[in-house]
């Protein structure tokens, strides 16, 4: 369970987490480097094939996970995707007469509804809280880049991640994700969940393209205070300024300029920096966006043509994380994008997933596969994406025969 406060990463884990786990979140000094960790988190089947929700930072770095059901039916799990930008990660298990969870529109949670947290909080096995909705559209609060959290008082403690915020019909609504705690590391009755229409976006992303892909304006924006809006002569305490245009981003070519307030986005009202956020991210690449601008005490209408959203170098090595296959632990890799293949001098349209982290300590180090390297076929068998990897290594067993593109040139590497 994520908290602002109370557990603050390795090595300094809050003496009340240290009661239940002992040191094995901490890393602490006087523990061996390879002694094996565990972590235990909460997850909810979502369909009938065996996808699972659950929070990406239950499974951040994981190299082996494991799903085990109310009837203590368990399963090897494979990472099917993750996004750090919502907190949302992706499994697949396989089994039959798998129990799943109806999904329901979180967009019609209101403040005052009752609902019901679903999870494993501490590992004692799962548990069932109730509270209400306390607030919706939560964001600003900086645990995740992309926030609108649902907030809610039914007590969620750690090991609650990733778990189940349902309805009282028993609809899910949202994938509990974090509290508040002000040291004590437990419940104060204030958590916060991703709304589940947030988290099928990102599912669907995942699925489809073995990642999120995201719209990008290009702007900077920020909250309109009381002291801007007193500085920019406006009597609305609402928009979003902008603090910064990007360089040939689709605000700058729009004609977007620092200190202009966006006020609506197609037509609805920017109540802030992260509500716009938040929509356009929702949004498409190639996108047309009308946004309403005040500038100088007026306001003007511009049309922009949205982007897509680039990873950063470091977001790229972390995208997919340590792959479940044992013969690539300690490997990461990416789907090929036109501006990958760009930098790799490679055709756009190049099948395969590009390898972006190898970690020294990883078995194939050794092997002679490269960073940059796009892997084409996995013991013969074609792959043009994550997921079709991914499933590949779930079948390779030991040592597979990888074919790879190295600058243009194909060559077989036994990882």
């Known amino acids: 369970m994520k908290t602002p406060a109370g557990f603050d990463g390795p090595g300094r884990m809050d003496p009340f987490f240290r009661q239940f786990f002992g040191d ?118 900086g645990i995740e880049d992309y926030e609108d959290f649902i907030q809610t008082d039914a007590p969620i403690n750690p090991g609650n991640s990733g778990g189940a915020l349902v309805n009282d019909r028993g609809e899910l609504i949202g994938i509990n994700t974090a509290i508040l705690s002000h040291g004590s590391g437990g419940n104060q009755g204030i958590g916060f969940a991703v709304p589940v229409n947030l988290a099928r976006q990102v599912t669907d992303g995942i699925l489809k393209n073995g990642k999120v892909i995201r719209a990008y304006l290009g702007i900077v924006p920020q909250d309109v205070t009381s002291a801007i809006a007193k500085a920019f002569d406006t009597k609305e305490e609402q928009g979003a300024l902008v603090g910064d245009v990007s360089p040939n981003s689709p605000a700058q070519k729009a004609g977007v300029e620092k200190g202009d307030i966006i006020l609506e986005l197609n037509g609805k009202p920017v109540s802030d920096s992260n509500r716009l956020r938040m929509s356009i991210s929702m949004m498409q690449p190639d996108s047309t966006v009308t946004l309403k601008v005040l500038r100088n005490g007026s306001t003007r209408e511009m049309t922009a043509k949205l982007g897509e959203l680039q990873p950063t170098g470091e977001e790229r090595a972390k995208a997919e994380g340590p792959n479940p296959g044992g013969a690539l632990q300690g490997v990461s890799v990416q789907n090929v994008t036109p501006q990958a293949a760009r930098e790799l001098n490679l055709p756009a349209n190049t099948p395969g997933v590009i390898v972006t982290d190898i970690s020294p300590s990883s078995p194939v180090a050794s092997s002679g596969l490269q960073e940059g390297d796009v892997i084409q076929e996995v013991n013969r068998t074609p792959v043009k994406n994550v997921t079709d990897f991914q499933q590949a290594m779930q079948r390779a067993g030991k040592d597979p025969l990888l074919l790879v593109n190295r600058h243009g040139n194909t060559l077989y590497v036994v990882a």
Not at 105 to 115: C, I, L, R, Y
């Open 24 to 141: 094995q979140f901490g890393g602490g000094s006087n523990v061996p480097r390879e002694r094996r960790e565990q972590g235990v988190g909460s997850g909810v089947i979502v369909s009938p094939e065996g996808y699972v929700l659950t929070n990406n930072h239950v499974v951040d770095a994981a190299t082996d996970v494991q799903v085990t059901l109310s009837d203590r039916r368990e399963f090897k799990a494979h990472v099917v995707g993750r996004d750090a930008k919502t907190d949302i990660a992706v499994l697949k298990i396989d089994g039959e007469n798998l129990p799943y969870v109806t999904i329901g529109d979180s967009s019609k949670a209101q403040v005052g509804d009752f609902v019901l947290a679903i999870g494993n909080p501490f590992g004692v096995g799962q548990t069932v809280t109730m509270g209400i909705v306390s607030a919706t559209g939560r964001g600003g609060l």
